[in-house]
């Protein structure tokens, strides 16, 4: 399998964040743990924070991207199968799934709910799988978890076919001043303390307090964007729902 490496310097989705870890290369290790121990209550952390609505946004979101039945998709950091079990129905086959993570405990989870997928472990930026293999890849909020944009999407655009599609939802910093201070509020204070109640003795409260980190500490959509570009993605695109959800999309 060929490996392409873009043009550009690395891109980090965010700064260091040295009150989680010191280094940008103690980053994978920080964030492979973390998931690892919260891979148990994710489901349920993640009905707390979308209020139920997350099944519905994301098929729709796939369905909008161009997700057909028949396509062959890739979902990278699969998680607990949240993007990839909506996949699934609308491709209307699991074996033509396949869910790629760094996280063991993740993927244990994701095992229980989406049999017939491929899972297998693995990072972003270094994908185990043919050129040109997948008809559609996405990426449910976790962008902001790899290490170089610039690589990771070099990777999507190789396992891709010519024309496949990349969609990466994510979420962003509102640009009103009100909506901030709601987002903020939400995501760094109520959400981490329903995760404590919901999960109590695990680190749920802080899997939430670092994806807020993450998501204020985000490059802009345009940075994004760019990269896409760079790593040879066309007709690069990010709509916006309620200031805060993010679809990017792009053919390779």
Known sequence: MTRTTPDTDAVAPHPVLAHRYGRAEEREGFVRSLFDETAPHYDRIDRVFSLGTGPGYRRRALREAGLRPGMRVLDVAVGTGLVARQAVAITGDPALVTGLDPSEGMLAEARKSLPGVTLVQGRAERIPLPDGSMDFLSMGYALRHVADLGAAFAEYRRVLRPGGTVLLLEIGRPESRLARMVERFYMGAVIPALCRIAAPRHR??????????????????????????????????CATELEVFRAYTARA
């Open 204 to 237: 749920s409260g802080e899997l939430m307090r670092y994806y807020w980190e993450t998501i204020e500490a985000c490059v802009p959509a345009e940075t994004i964007l760019g990269a896409l570009g760079a790593a040879g993605f066309r007709d690069a695109a």
